[in-house]
């Protein structure tokens, strides 16, 4: 575990300790509580652990949790099952690969999005960086290929492009999930210097970025429809989808594709005229 990682798990276990209530896990409310959620020791009795050990964890010592430990720690924070899987790896028993870095998308991957025709898309690097898409991608946010390559991140442009405000149907909740989902990707590596410095940018030019990163909430990437405030054809509900090479495990590709069902195939194929 590394520096980094010791810190956000300790931070990660103190935020779900203090969002779970007494009750929920069988314990009385009452006996002089002065800040929310459990104590410390109550999640060291309930988990099997000593209480010292656990106050530890959460001060980010240099100790080495094992699995059985942190599923014991998962099921007595109620966690789910991303949050699960995000305090595994925090704490070394999860998959963590090693990041290839990528400045641009290799030409094989750029011809398979191009191949998608009027299906916008585009790859990210790890960090989220937009490092290639095609036309259709372009036309649904024609601003993506302005961008200076030290904004052309997609935290970044969620976060502080008005564009992108006014396009995303629900802002509120689409900037939050794209957070959470980052937040779970990343949380290995904070100390990378790109990650570093994305987080401290967004967190200076974004008060919604910095609540919620404050908050810890982490959560899986999923297939769902996504709806679209486009200035030429109006609304347009579209099914995201998240994929990995696998010659370039270090990228992922975004397809938006018309939701079954809607009228969305033809107003992709009319910004393409």
Known sequence: ???SARRELAEFLGSRRRQLSPAAVGLPAGGNRRTPGLRREEVALLAGV??????WLEQGRDIRPSRQVMDALARTLRLSTAEHDYLLRL???G????????HGVPAHLQRLMDALGSS????????????????AYERLYPGVAELP???????WVVFTDPAVRTLLGDWAADSRRF???????????????????LVSRLQAASPAFREGWASHDVDRFSSTERRFEHPVVGTLVLEHHQV??????GLQLVVYTAAAGTDGGAKLTRLGA
């Open 120 to 135: 916008p898309a585009y790859a990210i690097t790890s960090s989220w960086s937009i490092v290639g898409w095609n036309q």
């Open 50 to 55: 000593s209480h010292t050990w656990y106050t």
């Open 244 to 249: 990995t090479p696998a010659d370039a495990p």
């Open 91 to 93: 704490s070394g028993h």
């Open 149 to 155: 390559a030290v904004d052309r991140n997609l935290l």
């Open 95 to 102: 998959g963590t690969p090693a990041v290839e870095a990528f």
């Open 1 to 3: 575990m590394t520096a």
């Open 179 to 197: 957070l959470t989902q980052f937040r779970a990707e990343v949380g290995p590596r904070l100390a990378d210097p790109e990650v570093l410095d």
